[in-house]
């Protein structure tokens, strides 16, 4: 009884500052804490968005409780603006709190001392009328210290402004008042935000089991994307080259292999969807590529018979003793769900911002869990086809052949996979070089199965267009294009200020749809001609973990790539594309902005 007494007391204590009769009824002291605003730019825009900082100092020997307070009956410090339908406070980022132990309670309570930065991000409404204007930011705290807390109190400050028209230049301000603040600017996306707002709207109203399946199909879906292709060569490769014994065995082979696939692609969903990271950037650096340049050439080689690819007994019995083959699938698939990470597209975008509002790791590893299975599913039956051609009647030396060129696949795979780690100049030959090699190969070297008619066509055949493939690759051809301007935010400000149409591409090296753009939908002579109206700007995030890259996504709010921005003449973003698009499509959207 004592005890809950106690417990009621501490909670009076906080909620209404209790301490004297007189503090409570007039004699408290209000201006403990003092505010001052700042913002980023010097005038303002409607429809844009500014930052604005509140530098807050509090009286010694006082502290307010911080924006999440470890209790429930705290009162948490909250920053809000006044009534004023040109300005919108659409994002807030308080500063970490600290965590202190008071008399009168029995565990640390989150709070801020002295001095302390609170960040905001303001949109101004597309409607907001020209001329002088100010908004008034207002601070939400309850004071208190070592022995009692004062009743809630707010404090206010005023931030003025001039709003000008689209086509007067602006200034950034006050940039050293942001430092530590990492608050980014969230670019208006009309496309983008309807597609996730339909996702999530799906998944909220469906049970979890109808959302799995539903997201099941989207992993179906991205099969019919650039992105997964790479996956095909390897798969037959390793399961043509590797496979072997019954169906059954072949089919569960299968299964562990797509389930390697779906572990890897759903922890790069998870943590992209929790940290804020590129789609599929994570396992994108030098060192990742590498390993699985050389996980492709390990297992080429063992086609070519220097060794077999299996673990070591003793592995295998202290795994309970299942066969060898599963762990090579299983290890193989792991590595692959690396390939396939890179996949972007708005279904996959919004999955990451609806996981990303949730916040919820367990049912966000779910959801891109059976994303990814379902990406994986129609390789669970090429592995087993592509196993079943070692099994076919009349094994012999045809076999060892098949296994050969297998071989020489996985090769070409890893050669392809480093090509963004070597200089431009070997990039565009490289490849080719080697797939000419690698025809002349089997043509005049791989004799051993040339008695078997019908694989001797198909080595012909197969020869023949790999060839063809690999020296028109090497032929020099016109560079059809865009005129590209390397991205700045200088050059982006001017054009802005100077009302021009602006179009942005973002990509990557490693990005497969990035190279599908540029070698059909930005080589397409029509879409040269519209593009010419426009102000291009090409944005390279290869290397995306760097702190310029970090910049540029954030500025733009950039998850996955391609992606592909379109501003018209006032500056307002009102396209937003990811993935692969057609020519036909890309002129439909690019010739209605004005």
């Known amino acids: 009884m004592f005890k809950k007494f106690s417990v009621m007391m501490v909670l009076l204590v906080l909620a209404f500052g209790v301490k004297t009769p007189a503090q409570l009824f007039g004699e408290m002291k209000t201006d403990l804490v003092k505010i001052e605003a700042f913002s980023s730019f010097d005038k303002v825009q409607p429809g844009m968005e500014l930052k604005i900082v509140v530098e807050g100092k509090i009286d010694e020997g006082w502290h307010i409780n911080s924006h999440t307070p470890k209790d429930e009956f705290l009162i948490p410090t909250v920053l809000e603006l006044g ?310 009647p009349r094994s012999g030396m045809w076999m060892e052949s098949v296994k050969h060129i297998f071989g020489f696949l996985l090769i070409g795979m890893a050669i392809y996979f480093i090509l963004p780690l070597l200089p431009k100049d070997f990039q565009s030959w490289l490849l080719p070089a080697y797939g000419v090699l690698m025809a002349l190969y089997l043509l005049i070297f791989e004799r051993a199965a040339d008695s078997v008619k019908g694989f001797f066509v198909f080595k012909i055949v197969f020869s023949l267009v790999i060839l063809a493939v690999s020296v028109y690759a090497l032929i020099p051809s016109e560079d059809h294009s865009p005129e590209w301007i390397k991205y700045s935010d200088a050059k982006y400000e001017e054009a802005l200020a100077n009302g021009d149409k602006i179009f942005i591409d973002f990509y990557a090296d490693w990005c497969i749809p990035c190279k599908e753009l540029d070698h059909i939908t930005f080589a397409d002579e029509k879409v040269i001609s519209v593009m010419s109206d426009f102000k291009n700007f090409k944005v390279d995030l290869t290397k995306s973990m760097s702190e310029e890259s970090e910049k540029i996504r954030e500025k733009f709010n950039i998850r996955g790539m391609p992606t592909l921005l379109i501003y018209d003449t006032n500056g307002k973003e009102v396209r937003r594309l990811t993935g692969f698009i057609s020519p036909d499509e890309f002129l439909k959207i690019i010739s209605g902005i004005k």
């Open 83 to 392: 009534k004023n339908e040109s300005f919108t406070l659409t994002n807030v980022v308080y500063p970490k709190h600290k965590e202190v132990n008071f008399s009168f309670s029995d565990k640390p309570v989150a709070v801020y001392e002295r001095e302390f930065k609170i960040g905001g991000l303001v949109k101004i409404a597309d409607d907001a009328p020209l001329g002088e204007d100010s908004i008034v930011v207002i601070l939400n705290y309850q004071a208190c210290n070592d022995a009692s807390c004062m009743a809630p109190n707010d404090v206010k400050t005023v931030i003025k402004f001039k709003v000008v028209d689209n086509k007067t230049a602006i200034n950034e301000i006050n940039q050293e008042k942001f430092s530590g603040i990492d608050i980014a600017y969230t670019p208006h996306v009309e496309e983008t935000t309807d597609d996730e707002s339909s996702l999530a709207d799906t998944l909220e109203s469906s049970g979890l089991l109808l959302s799995l399946f539903f997201v099941f199909l989207g992993g179906l879906a991205l099969n019919l994307t650039p992105c997964v292709y790479p996956l095909i060569p390897i798969t037959i490769g390793y399961f043509g080259g590797q496979s072997e014994g019954s169906t059954k065995r072949l089919f569960m082979l299968g299964v562990v292999y797509v389930l390697g696939i779906a572990l890897t692609y759903s922890v790069v969903g998870v943590v992209t969807s929790l940290s804020g990271a590129i789609f599929g950037a994570l396992l994108q650096n030098p060192i990742v590529i590498l390993v699985v340049a050389l996980v492709l050439f390990a297992l080429s080689l063992s086609m070519f018979g220097l060794y077999e690819f299996k673990f070591p007994d003793s592995w295998v019995m202290k795994a309970g003793g299942a066969k060898s083959g599963m762990f090579g699938s299983f290890f193989m698939g792991l590595t692959m769900g690396i390939v396939a990470a890179p996949c972007i597209g708005p279904f996959v975008l919004g999955l990451v911002t609806y996981v990303a509002a949730k916040g919820d790791p367990v049912y966000g590893f779910l959801m891109f869990f059976f994303l990814a299975v379902g990406l994986g599913f129609p390789y669970l039956f090429l592995a087993l086809f592509s196993g079943k051609i070692k099994n076919l």
